[in-house]
């Protein structure tokens, strides 16, 4: 198994998050990123992007699944760009793999940050 943190349309009861549950992955942990990074929310209206930022960047919620080893290459395979995998630092300082973003996808997004999480957006809107 491997730790793989979700920050959108992945979290338990949204609109991708069977991609996870056909794939056997458990809920393991919510909590929030450390207060490092930027959520944006992306013009295809379904998916946020995370990015680190140092300098201005807030905690995030999240959501870490436990996914069978054997199925991390196909999940990962499925992402469409600007996201990708890679390590995303959590508030108790451990580093998880789990949704980027390539910084020339938030072009024309949306910085929801503010809210706290892909979540909350969601219920703001």
């Known amino acids: 198994y491997v730790d ?3 920050c959108g349309a992945h979290l338990e009861g ?7 549950r056909e ?8 909590t929030t990123t450390a207060s490092a990074y930027r959520l944006y929310a992306l013009s ?7 990015t680190r ?10 959501e870490i699944w436990s996914l069978p080893m054997a199925s991390l ?7 469409p760009a600007p996201l990708g995998i890679g390590k995303v630092q959590v ?4 580093w998880v793999t789990g949704f980027i973003c390539e910084g020339a996808g938030i072009s024309d997004a949306i ?3 503010h809210t706290g999480g892909w979540r909350h957006w969601l219920s703001q809107k």
């Open 4 to 6: 793989l943190l979700v």
């Open 14 to 20: 949204l609109v991708l998050n069977w991609q996870l």
């Open 23 to 30: 794939r056997d992955a458990q809920l393991k942990e919510v």
């Open 44 to 50: 295809d209206g379904i998916r946020p992007a995370m």
């Open 53 to 62: 930022n140092d300098e201005t960047g807030v905690a995030i919620e999240v």
């Open 73 to 79: 290459g196909s999940f990962v395979a499925a992402i």
């Open 91 to 94: 508030a108790d300082g451990r």
């Open 111 to 113: 910085d929801i940050s």
